[in-house]
């Protein structure tokens, strides 16, 4: 099955692009042919289940800004935007392997505080929470049930990647682009310290 029909994860052979030479253990996971594929297949999806409705495209800053702003021009809906900002205290790097990629480990709590709250009620609205990744889903538990005591009309969550066998709470996204593996990903709004987050593609960052 080629890649863009499915939301599942198939390996692909691209060439090095231009901005990854000198960047060592970059590789193209999803072209942003793949991606521009299939973020419109999913913003088809939106339109057909909220049709003659308006929807709030609410994004997680800064990972989602991308992708938010290519799925809601996809999107045939009267349409407004918030953004939301959360840090997490469960997915630290340890001291010593701060400058590694995908580097983590766990407290107890799993803690998701609020760096910044939407701008607008949400009260009896069709809320689309739009993030870049689903991984542990310690972030989106915590998104869901702070934005559900909004007491929206409808709520949905639309995720660009998950990596399912990282999952600690049970949560998952309605409208998905690509399951991946568990390998630390940037690009596409997806950063390592910050950087990578301009690059069209989404890349595999080894190194
Ligand atoms: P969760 O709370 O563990 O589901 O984490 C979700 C957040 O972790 C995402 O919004 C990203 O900011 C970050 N994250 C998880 N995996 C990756 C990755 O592979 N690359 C970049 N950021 C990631
Ligand atoms: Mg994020």
Same mark, same amino acid.
């Given at each position: 099955m080629l890649p863009f029909l499915c939301c599942t994860f198939h390996f692909s052979c691209f060439p090095i692009p231009d901005y990854a030479i000198g960047v060592p253990g970059l590789e193209i996971l999803l072209s942003r042919d793949q991606i521009a594929h299939r973020v419109a297949d999913m913003g088809d999806q939106i339109t057909h289940d909220f049709s003659g409705e308006s929807v709030v495209f609410v994004g997680v800053l800064k990972g989602a800004a991308i992708f938010l702003s290519d799925l809601a021009r996809q999107v045939q809906l009267d349409a407004t935007f918030d953004f939301i900002g959360v840090t997490s205290y469960g997915n630290r790097p340890k001291p010593e392997d701060e400058? *590694?990629?995908?580097?983590t480990t766990w407290d107890s709590t799993g803690e998701v505080r609020l760096t910044k709250d939407v701008d607008q009620s949400l009260r009896g609205k069709n809320v689309i929470l739009v993030e870049d990744i689903l991984d542990t889903g310690l972030t989106l538990a915590y998104l869901k049930r702070l934005l559900l005591g909004h007491d929206p009309r409808a709520f949905r969550i639309a995720a $660009? $990647?998950? *990596?399912?066998?990282?999952?600690?709470?049970?949560v998952e996204a309605d409208y998905l682009g690509f399951s991946i593996p568990d390998k630390f990903v940037v690009g596409y709004g997806l950063d390592h310290a910050e950087r990578y987050r301009n690059l069209p593609d989404i890349c595999i960052l080894s190194e």
């Open positions: 400058t *590694k990629p995908g580097a $660009l $990647l998950d *990596k399912p066998s990282r999952r600690i709470q049970p």
